[in-house]
T-cell receptor, first 114, second 112 residues
Framework: DAGVIQSPRHEVTEMGQEVTLRCKPI?????LFWYRQTMMRGLELLIY????????DSGMPEDRFSAKMPNASFSTLKIQPSEPRDSAVYFC????????????FGPGTRLTVL | AQSVTQLGSHVSVSEGALVLLRCNYS??????LFWYVQYPNQGLQLLLK??????LVKGINGFEAEFKKSETSFHLTKPSAHMSDAAEYFC??????????FGKGTTLSVSS
């Protein structure tokens, strides 16, 4: 298996622009997670889906952030408009079942907002 | 509620020395506990996990951890550090009906 796939690996954009991060989970996994990692705040859970349904989005910082999972093999995290404080590494992870099984992480997307 | 505390944001050891990374948790349900490792510019990789059964869990790269319910701890150890062990290590606990809850991480440095 190719593991969790994220794209792009690096993104540099200007403040105010829309940013879309993409994730393909491991085939057969029914839970998908989006995390953000910064030096200041560490690893933060933003949102997670179970069977394509958002279960907990309490970690989404504000309305500028949105996430979708239209099918079992694809998810997006969108930031509109982006701000410099959104600069971070964004990880996607998947698991067989939320909480009971280990999560498998993608390589991350390093976002820089100028 | 569930939470994880990793004692020491940075641990330094010499090559060949014992590695001990501390993790304490709180959980209102029987805990599932995990240790992950993150190498520079990479995602997190599972080292080991405890769900039920044997309280001493062995993982990859010679690491092991012991679940101690009375101490609410799940410390990670390795008898002899190698230069390649230098990385950031995260402890995590299963949330009740939620995703994993991660600690803030401990950076391990290994000197020759």
């Amino acid at each position: 298996d190719a593991g969790v796939i994220q794209s792009p690996r690096h993104e540099v954009t200007e403040m105010g622009q829309e940013v879309t991060l993409r994730c393909k989970p491991i085939s057969g996994h029914n839970s998908l997670f989006w995390y953000r990692q910064t030096m200041m705040r560490g690893l933060e859970l933003l949102i997670y889906f179970n069977n394509n349904v958002p279960i907990d989005d309490s970690g989404m910082p504000e309305d500028r952030f949105s996430a979708k999972m239209p099918n079992a093999s694809f998810s997006t995290l969108k930031i509109q408009p982006s701000e410099p404080r959104d600069s971070a590494v964004y990880f996607c992870a998947s698991s067989l079942e939320a909480g009971r099984n280990e999560q498998f992480f993608g390589p991350g997307t390093r976002l820089t907002v100028l | 509620a569930q939470s994880v505390t990793q004692l020491g944001s940075h641990v330094s050891v010499s090559e060949g020395a014992l590695v001990l990374l501390r993790c304490n948790y709180s959980s209102s349900v029987p805990p599932y506990l995990f240790w992950y490792v993150q190498y520079p510019n990479q995602g997190l990789q599972l080292l080991l996990k405890y769900t039920t059964g044997a309280t001493l869990v062995k993982g990859i790269n010679g690491f092991e951890a012991e679940f101690k319910k009375s101490e609410t701890s799940f410390h990670l150890t390795k008898p002899s550090a190698h230069m390649s062990d230098a990385a950031e290590y995260f402890c995590a606990v299963r949330g009740a009906g939620t995703a994993l809850i991660f600690g803030k991480g401990t950076t391990l440095s290994v000197s020759s």
